[in-house]
């Protein structure tokens, strides 16, 4: 019940993502229980595959950013920052067709990940970041946050903790959800099977980070798993009119 003035409320999956200790004004993702039974295979020792992805922005210095002759992506925050997000060092780029149906129309060389970096990618390395799963690979994720203000964890320190097992897996009735907040400066592991294949967006709920590259690509699978494409089906440009001359 809530009395006269009193307009607070409870939220779930808070941004701030401070998640232990008790709260009344919040509930985190980590602090719920599944009410479904879950996959025994999800909870083995040893998933099939592993990733580490640690997230960042890089902060440009307007000398570098406003080059003559050059056209970057950036997000002018609060502050007069000019950032972009990276994951395991890459901003994302959109390919110029989707992979589902036009996946031979995309150069081969546009596709990268934290292994395979194109040649001259700098610091804002940006390429089209695609992961490749197996088909019903039982997969781990270690979301890592790196802010660079208070550098209390990064990718070579959650190695660093996995190796010697004191990453914090939640075995017993782990929530199912399909997004959660990251901790400022901390990390989030989740799994799931990857059972139905093709090209599956992974990418952060704010829109203004989308647009600077927080998200890449999880491939599930191959071609031989998806069913044929339509032949009929329409294409990029498809949908442009031929433009008539009268003379």
């Given at each position: 019940m809530f009395q006269a003035g009193d307009f607070s409320t409870t939220v779930l999956n808070p941004l701030d993502a401070i998640c232990h200790k008790p709260r009344r004004e919040?509930?985190?993702?980590s602090q719920l229980r599944n009410a479904k039974k879950v996959e025994e295979a999800l909870l083995q020792e040893r998933p099939d595959v592993k990733i580490f992805l640690p997230f960042r922005f890089l902060f440009y210095k307007p000398e570098d950013l406003f080059k003559p002759n050059t056209y970057n992506s950036f997000l002018a925050a609060t502050g007069g920052d000019h950032v972009i997000s990276?994951?395991?060092?890459?901003?994302?780029?959109?390919p110029p067709s989707p992979p589902l149906s036009q996946l031979d129309d995309i150069d081969p060389e546009m596709f990268c990940n934290g292994d395979n970096r194109p040649i001259d990618c700098g610091e804002n390395c940006q390429c089209t970041h695609m992961v490749d799963?197996?088909?019903?690979?039982?997969?781990?994720?270690v979301l890592v946050d790196e802010d660079q203000n208070v550098k209390k964890i990064n990718l070579k320190h959650a190695l660093?903790?996995?190796?010697?097992?004191?990453l914090h897996r939640q075995f017993n009735l782990p929530p199912s959800k399909d997004t959660?907040?990251?901790?400022?400066n901390g990390y989030v592991i989740f799994r799931f099977r990857a059972d139905n294949p093709g090209f599956w967006l992974f990418h952060c709920h704010?829109?203004?980070?989308?647009?600077?590259?927080?998200?890449?690509?999880?491939h599930v699978g191959t071609?031989?798993?998806?069913?044929?494409?339509?032949?009929?089906?329409?294409k990029c440009g498809d949908h442009v009119p031929p433009i008539t001359l009268i003379h």
């Open positions: 919040a509930i985190c993702v990276l994951i395991d060092e890459i901003s994302f780029k959109f799963i197996p088909l019903n690979a039982i997969v781990e994720v660093d903790l996995d190796r010697r097992g004191l959660i907040a990251v901790p400022n704010f829109l203004f980070h989308i647009v600077i590259g927080m998200n890449l690509i999880v071609q031989h798993d998806l069913p044929p494409v339509p032949h009929s089906f329409p």
